[in-house]
């Protein structure tokens, strides 16, 4: 036998011995949860507040900013974006809206709330998928503004 078999033989037979060292059972099942578990790749996010007021009647001439000529009407707070539901009784208080008793559009407040969420996943190299969820709640609310004294001019 030449010293080229014998060398070969031998490691062939170093490999053998390293191929018995015993080794932990395998755990597909484990591996198999472990991927589902990390195969979320990210969530995003989005929460949104729409509001809105329709003030009618209101008879004060807005100037600079929204605001009446003394920066008083229909106030800061208003102009700002403050969906203050009293705002129509502060008006009505302070003589902003006009009293026409045949005024009939209402006032009326508006909200809507939405909420968006997406989550990527990838359970396995060769599949990618996009996950959404969606809420989209909406309230209204409205009133009639009548002038009850009977003062109020025809127009």
């Known amino acids: 036998m030449s010293i080229r078999?014998?060398?070969?033989?031998?490691?062939r037979l170093k490999l053998t011995k390293a191929d018995t060292i015993p080794?932990?059972?395998?755990?597909?099942l484990l591996k198999g949860i472990m991927r589902i578990v990390m195969s979320l790749r990210g969530i995003n996010g989005t929460y949104t507040v729409t509001?809105?007021?329709?003030?009618?009647g209101f008879a004060k001439s807005p100037k600079l900013f929204g605001l009446d000529q003394n920066w008083k009407a229909p106030g800061l707070g208003f102009v700002l974006g403050n969906q203050d539901p009293n705002i129509r009784r502060t008006a009505a208080n302070n003589g902003w809206i006009t009293p026409?008793?045949?005024?009939?559009t209402p006032f009326s407040q508006?909200?809507?709330?939405?909420?968006?969420?997406?989550?990527?996943?990838?359970?396995?190299?060769?599949?990618?998928?996009?996950l959404t969820a969606s809420k989209t709640s909406n309230t209204s609310f409205?009133?009639?503004f009548k002038d009850t004294t009977g003062t109020a001019p025809d127009f």
């Open 5 to 11: 078999r014998l060398l070969n033989a031998a490691e």
């Open 23 to 28: 080794h932990p059972p395998e755990l597909k």
């Open 51 to 56: 509001e809105g007021t329709i003030l009618p």
């Open 100 to 104: 026409n008793k045949n005024l009939t």
């Open 110 to 130: 508006n909200q809507t709330k939405a909420l968006t969420l997406t989550a990527t996943l990838e359970p396995a190299t060769d599949i990618k998928m996009q």
């Open 142 to 144: 409205q009133e009639m």
